[in-house]
């Protein structure tokens, strides 16, 4: 299967879009936003999580990266509300379920085969965040390939301060504005390398995941499960 799979083209999908698929695992549904690959895929999604549901322990060969959106999402007695950011480097494992249902953003299969870092941050906690201007962030995670982080950017104020080599921005709350065009929240943007100078916080501001960094470089050899 292969969905926003060329990553040298510009890829949204906005929420009027989103399509809910049943996963194999009853009770998790997902909204595939770029896909390489079958049911082992390198894949970008929101994954949905009825009440209740679960997963039996696994592995993730190529990593597993998670921003919990909405609800609590647990790794076994490890319990995690909607703002935490979880990173799950090439080969960890985990039972990943949710006792009360919730909303992830989950990118699979995408990290570098060296990389080994467990990453686990709390967004709500403010000492995370630093302020410059017009600009709150909080960095996720760094390393030679990406830049990872949520953006808090009043109106008016660019995402982008240089061109990039690629990225992709998730909208969070608030909105985007690219010109005349609109992008709410739940929207998903990816951009290959270049300058985006006419991407700007909306009218009430933009809170939003934002990855900088190539595409090229990512692992694409699926072999684990969503």
Known sequence: MFVNADFSRRAVVEPDAHQWVSSPQSGVERVMLDRVGAEKARATSIVRYAPGSGYARHVHPGGEEILVLDGTFSEGADHYPAGWYLRNPPGSSHQPAS???SVLFVKLWQMAP?????????TRDIARWTVKNARASCPLFEDQLEHVSIERLATGTPIFASTVEGAEMLVLEGSLLEGRRQYSQGSW?????GSY??????SAGVSLYLRTGPFSNQPTDPSTPC
């Open 114 to 122: 060296g990389e080994n870092r467990h990453v686990r941050i709390d």
């Open 197 to 202: 100078p006419e991407f700007v916080a909306g």
């Open 189 to 193: 943007i990816r951009l290959p390398a």
């Open 99 to 101: 006792a009360d249902g």
